[in-house]
């Protein structure tokens, strides 16, 4: 899965105001999904008790709370800048990756200690039937959002609908997986096939809760754009003919917005006003290759004697 905590503000094919409607119709379609599968997951546990249908049940109830807590971070990430936060409200995404994380880690523990007393006390399973069709009918379901949230972060670049998307790739899988359950503890009669997949389930599950959780904490730690991105950035600012080199570039992003800033040489003798055409020259050059970057240039006289930073 492509690491959307380093390209959620970098070139996108779509306007600011574009990418907000898809991350609000993504949040909409996956609080919906949620919930119907809820409702469809607990209708057949209550059929089968199969300890790995729980599993599934356990992780949409959490995907509907996680995706609740998306929609509200989104929208909230979604506010433009004001007097208290001046640098906008984007930290709200990685918040709700956060606590995705950890609701995602409970679930894991709870799913563990269900698995265990099945290990110690096997059960038959009854009307799998019934599970099967549940499964076969959440994972269609599932595909369509998750081919939807794929969509959506080509398009944005959101770590939050990201973060959702994980939720319900695993959901696919684990439905697969459930399916499988099924049928070799009923038709082969492996009562510990059940407690053995919720167990495989629960460690797919604290994997994805750690990929959810590096790619948050890229953000709120403000991590720079990757290499590849700061080399492109340098040789749009050196292509300026005027440009004599550059320095201290520095960049982060938050949610949508994307922050450049960097320290611009140039000849020592030409005027203020020369050099502020030129600053605002490779600004809108680099403006022009990230439309949602906001690019602050300082401008220094080639030569200049100034420490450099040592990750420059």
């Known amino acids: ?178 399916i499988v359950s099924l049928i070799l503890a009923t038709r082969l009669g492996w009562r510990w096939a059940d407690p053995l997949f919720a167990t495989a389930i629960a460690g797919y599950i604290v994997w994805g809760a750690a990929v959810i959780g590096r790619q948050a904490l890229n953000l709120l730690m403000d991590r720079e754009l990757p290499d590849a991105e700061r080399q492109r950035i340098r040789q749009i600012v050196l292509a300026h003919p005027a440009v004599r080199d550059m320095h201290d570039l520095r960049t982060r992003s938050s949610g949508l917005q994307l922050f450049i800033q960097l320290h611009l040489e140039m000849d020592g003798t030409i005027t203020l006003n020369q050099a502020h055409e030129i600053s605002d020259q490779v600004e809108a050059e680099i403006e022009r290759a990230y439309p949602k970057a906001e690019v602050i240039i300082h401008e220094d006289p080639e030569g200049v004697d100034e420490k450099r930073a040592a990750f420059d």
């Open 1 to 178: 899965m492509a690491d959307t905590s380093t390209l959620a503000a970098t070139e996108s094919p779509v306007s600011a105001q574009r990418a907000a409607s898809l991350m609000k119709l993504a949040t909409y379609a996956s609080v919906s999904v949620a919930v119907v599968l809820v409702v469809a997951k607990f209708a057949a546990w209550l059929a089968t008790d199969s300890v790995s249908l729980l599993s599934t049940l356990i992780d949409s109830l959490l995907d509907a709370g996680a995706s609740l807590i998306n929609l509200l971070a989104v929208r909230q990430a979604l506010q433009p800048a004001d007097r208290e936060h001046r640098f906008g409200h984007g930290k709200a995404e990685p918040l709700a990756g956060l606590a995705q994380a950890a609701f995602i880690c409970g679930s894991a523990a709870f799913l563990l200690i269900e698995a265990g007393k099945r290990f110690i006390q096997p059960r038959d399973l009854e009307n799998t039937e019934i599970g099967i069709a549940v499964m076969v009918f959440s994972i269609a379901l599932t595909v369509v959002l998750v081919l939807f949230q794929r969509h959506v972060v080509r398009q944005t670049g959101s770590i939050a609908i990201g973060a959702d998307s994980v939720h319900y790739r695993m959901d696919v899988l684990v439905n697969a997986s459930v």
